[in-house]
Each structure stands twice: as structure tokens, then as C-alpha cells.
T-cell receptor, first 114, second 112 residues
Framework: EPEVTQTPSHQVTQMGQEVILRCVPISNHLYFYWYRQILGQKVEFLVS????????KSEIFDDQFSVERPDGSNFTLKIRSTKLEDSAMYFC????????????FGPGTRLTVL | AQSVTQPDIHITVSEGASLELRCNYSYGATPYLFWYVQSPGQGLQLLLKYFSGDTLVQGIKGFEAEFKRSQSSFNLRKPSVHWSDAAEYFCAVSYNNNDMRFGAGTRLTVKP
């Protein structure tokens, strides 16, 4: 069964550094998402992406965040200058059709900001 | 404001006992409804979903959920819990199946 993959599984970085989290959505999917889950808290929507542009974003997704689909397979989340509070599990998800399908989630990348 | 409420932070049940996890939502229209399960350190696995039609939906691992429009609820049930069901359970809603909003989660402990 096809699945969403994410790399790395764990990323450790220093405060102020830039990080790029990578996701490979399911190949024929058209809509892509990033969510985050701070340890012990609920999963929060960050951004959705369709047709090479952001379709929706939450209040969390400020100017420090950006997303990109640099080629036909990868979907990336960049945090320009990480803060301690960015430490969380980041999940990527994808979907083919919004009216019938369910978002498939990747295994997540744990980001630790020191 | 749109919100998802899971009133129970932690539930403990005995193995073999029945289970019901509560979920209420506040949305302007009937949203898409989901239940996910998360084991420690793992990703999110979909248990079941409701988009339209029959309000009682069956999912994987013997779970079912019932959508009650009048109560704005989508409670998850299982008739007989197994020790392997111990995990965190998240209810989620989405108005347009785009930005998904999650509840705070209910942690399930199963006693032998």
C-alpha cells in the first residue's frame, strides 16, 4: 500500500538555525498538508498546498514558515529561524480528492530545537 | 468559533469491557468527521470517517462511531477492548476536508 514518507525521523537544531523538513506524498495525490504536534498536546493544522500554492494556513504559519514542492515528488516545510517553541512532531499528509478521500499521514519528523 | 472537544482526557477500562470515547464539535455546518489513533512515538492511523450517508460508521480494529447531528457528536465505540487498544485517540473535523482540526485527545489505558 502506498504511504507518505518523511525525512529525517528526528532533527536536532540550534535556536536561530534554518531547518527543512521533507515529505514525499503519495504519488498521485494532489493536496498536501503540514501539521504539528507539540509534545503532549493536540495535532494542529499548519498549512495546505494545492496546485503549487498555499490554499489555507493557520495562525501558527507565520512568516518564519514556508512550503515548497520543488519537484514532482517532494513537499518541504522550511522554518527560517527556529525557536525553542518550534520543538514538536511535524506530520505531513496528502490526499487525492477532497470530496471522497481521507488524508494519509506520514510517520512524522521530531524536531528538537536547543 | 469552530472547535472540537474531547471531554475525557484519560479513560481506563478493563480488557474485554466496552468503550465509548466522546467527541463534540462546534461548526457552522456538518463537517467531515474522523477518528485517529496514535500509539506512543507513532504517527496517526485512521480508524474511521464520516462524510455523509449512514450515521453509524464501521472502522478498523472493531471500532464504530455514530454521528448525531442533534447533539453535534461523533462518539467512538468498541464492544470489547483489547490490551493492544491502549493508545491516544483523536477526534478530528474538517469543514471542507482541507484544514483538519483535532481534539485534545483521549488517552486510553487498558487494565488486564
Amino acid at each position: 500500500e502506498p504511504e507518505v514518507t518523511q525525512t529525517p525521523s528526528h532533527q536536532v537544531t540550534q535556536m536561530g538555525q534554518e531547518v527543512i523538513l521533507r515529505c514525499v506524498p503519495i504519488s498521485n495525490h494532489l493536496y498536501f498538508y503540514w501539521y504539528r504536534q507539540i509534545l503532549g498536546q493536540k495535532v494542529e493544522f499548519l498549512v495546505s498546498f494545492y496546485n503549487n500554492e498555499i490554499s489555507e494556513k493557520s495562525e501558527i504559519f507565520d512568516d518564519q514558515f514556508s512550503v515548497e514542492r520543488p519537484d514532482g515528488s517532494n513537499f518541504t516545510l522550511k522554518i527560517r529561524s527556529t525557536k525553542l517553541e518550534d520543538s514538536a512532531m511535524y506530520f505531513c499528509a496528502s490526499i487525492k480528492r477532497r470530496d471522497t478521500d481521507t488524508q494519509y499521514f506520514g510517520p512524522g519528523t521530531r524536531l528538537t530545537v536547543l | 468559533a469552530q472547535s472540537v472537544t474531547q471531554p475525557d482526557i484519560h479513560i481506563t477500562v478493563s480488557e474485554g469491557a466496552s468503550l465509548e470515547l466522546r467527541c463534540n464539535y462546534s461548526y457552522g455546518a456538518t463537517p467531515y468527521l474522523f477518528w485517529y489513533v496514535q500509539s506512543p512515538g507513532q504517527g496517526l492511523q485512521l480508524l474511521l470517517k464520516y462524510f455523509s450517508g449512514d450515521t453509524l460508521v464501521q472502522g478498523i480494529k472493531g471500532f464504530e462511531a455514530e454521528f448525531k447531528r442533534s447533539q453535534s457528536s461523533f462518539n467512538l465505540r468498541k464492544p470489547s477492548v483489547h490490551w493492544s487498544d491502549a493508545a491516544e485517540y483523536f477526534c478530528a473535523v474538517s469543514y471542507n476536508n482541507n484544514d483538519m482540526r483535532f481534539g485534545a485527545g483521549t488517552r486510553l489505558t487498558v487494565k488486564p
